[in-house]
T-cell receptor, first 112, second 119 residues
């Protein structure tokens, strides 16, 4: 299972764009990259998933370079409610195990 | 999207008693469910993989006789913490995987978690 490395914490202000980068140097061919958001005392919530290039949905964008050894979650115009821990995970979602190993995550603190 | 529920959302018990936590996939069938444990200010730690109709696969260091997992149906998995002690106090989260529509991959959906406090 590919290990991920991301910053422990980040600070931002309301209205700014936030980019959180995750390193996954030993990502496998069949692995997808998924980002989750977790608020205190809640289960993780799916944000976005991708395999390569760029993926965009209504809440975020995910940028994945050609070598797929890293990925960047982009949150446009964050608000106070985006203060949470963000986890980057890689896994073979079509494979036999499907299990996800969580890394440390990034605590994003948004200030007014 | 798919919904996973957990019951109870919180539980307080005395040391030495057993506690059962249920994890249900409400609108889909999940062949595989996972159980995680999370201590304060720490990341989620995978405890075990639960497959319907078969024995659970436990991660290294997790006592299978203490954390009993039963996946009796495609929509229900239970985690029983036997002879609970204060050090078992934690936030327990389950997840379930499914493949939606024509997606080429499985998606994993998490439950809201269960806060266990052992006195």
């Amino acid at each position: 299972l590919a290990k991920t490395t991301q910053p422990i914490s980040m600070d931002s202000y309301e209205g700014q764009e936030v980019n959180i980068t995750c390193s996954h140097n030993n990502i496998a061919t069949n692995d997808y990259i998924t980002w989750y958001q977790q608020f205190p005392s809640q289960g993780p919530r799916f944000i976005i998933q991708g395999y390569k290039t760029k993926v965009t949905n209504e809440v975020a964008s995910l940028f994945i370079p050609a070598d797929r050894k890293s990925s960047t979650l982009s949150l446009p115009r964050v608000s106070l409610s985006d203060t949470a821990v963000y986890y980057c995970l890689v896994g073979d979602y079509g494979g036999a195990t499907n299990k996800l190993i969580f890394g440390t995550g990034t605590l994003l603190a948004v200030q007014p | 999207g798919a919904v996973v529920s957990q019951h109870p959302s919180w539980v307080i018990c005395k040391s030495g008693t057993s506690v059962k936590i249920e994890c249900r996939s409400l609108d889909f069938q999940a062949t595989t469910m996972f159980w995680y444990r999370q201590f304060p200010k720490q990341s989620l730690m995978l405890m075990a993989t639960s497959n319907e109709g078969s024995k659970a696969t436990y991660e290294q260091g997790v006592e299978k006789d203490k954390f009993l997992i039963n996946h009796a149906s495609l929509t229900l998995s239970t985690l029983t913490v036997t002879s609970a002690h204060p050090e078992d106090s934690s936030f327990y989260i389950c997840s379930a995987i499914t493949r939606l529509g024509f997606a080429p991959y499985n998606e994993q959906f998490f439950g809201p978690g269960t806060r266990l406090t052992v006195l």
